[in-house]
């Protein structure tokens, strides 16, 4: 059992205030401007999701300016589990705000972009933009290290089978079932794959993935020598999703992001002393190091 803080830690969060901006385009589209970078995770998916839904909006009504540092707002580094539940919150309130704007200076219409058209037209140039407002009852003391370090928590489990060959002391993992609670699921699919891809990595850091220096100097900097698993070592990954929405995220989600690395390490080196018996204190658990780890529980 395990779980993760979502968002910067302590006043991470209320010192970026992440503002994101939602302006109306000539042609009667919302283009939404975030530092927010898309590096697999999803969020180019997951964004236009929230902004058409938040303003009850047709999905091609909404486009999403590339995260050029020189054109968007500075709304904080793509990390800390907090593109979904942080930016993604934002950028439902910029985009339904300034579609109550539309709305309020034309009045309601059978189709959004023909009133946000005409509207640009008669006004000129109109944008929103929101930042961030931490919950009141979340409050951290920088100086002592107390109080909420994260708004919400998001929580999982894992249970991870393993196969020991006696005589090679090599572990082979079989089955993950892995129980994630992440408040509101936003893309079933991506969210399933955060956590595919999280759990893998935890594997990869339990049984193979080890920084190796010598007098300062790393041994292996380079993937043809820092080892890590690859789809051939991935064993069956059966993921379970549980939703209890939280208040403060879009729609009730919180982040994932980071949660899923968090129990699979762990998770390995109990089923490895359950299966051989032998103490598993550090990772990774290699061969070499089991077979150690067992001469030295025979000596005592």
Known sequence: LYFHGAGFTGNGERKMKSPVTARLLEDGRIEVLTAMTDMGQGCAAVFPQI???????????????????????????????????????????????????????????????????????????????????????????????????????????????????????????????????????????????????????????????????????????????YIIPTAKDSPRIDVHLLEQPWEGGPFGAKGVGELPMDGGAPAAAQAIENATGIPVDEIPATPERLLRWAGERRER
């Not at 200076?105 to 931490?134: C, I, L």
């Not at 060959?165 to 509101?184: I, M, S």
């Not at 990869?204 to 080890?210: F, I, Y």
């Open 51 to 225: 902004a058409a839904a938040a303003g009850g909006l047709e999905p091609d009504d909404v486009v999403f300016a590339e995260p050029d540092t020189s054109e968007v707002p500075d709304s904080g580094p793509t990390v800390a589990s907090r593109t979904t539940m942080i930016v993604g919150g934002l950028i439902a309130d910029a985009v339904s705000e300034l579609k109550d704007k539309v709305l309020a200076g034309h009045g309601p219409v059978e189709r959004f972009r023909d009133a946000a058209r005409a509207f640009r037209a008669a006004s000129g140039p109109v944008e929103v933009t929101v930042r961030y407002q931490p919950p009141e009852d979340q409050a951290f003391d920088d100086s002592t290290y107390r109080g909420a370090a994260y708004p919400t928590y998001a929580w999982g489990a894992d249970v991870v089978e393993v196969e020991v060959d006696p005589d090679t002391l090599a572990v082979r993992p079989v089955q993950v079932t892995a129980v994630c609670e992440v408040g509101r699921v936003i893309h079933k699919t991506l969210c399933a794959g955060q956590i595919e891809g999280g759990t893998l990595q935890a594997l990869g850091w339990a049984l193979m993935e080890e920084v190796k220096l010598q007098d300062g100097r790393y041994l292996n900097d380079r993937l043809a020598t």
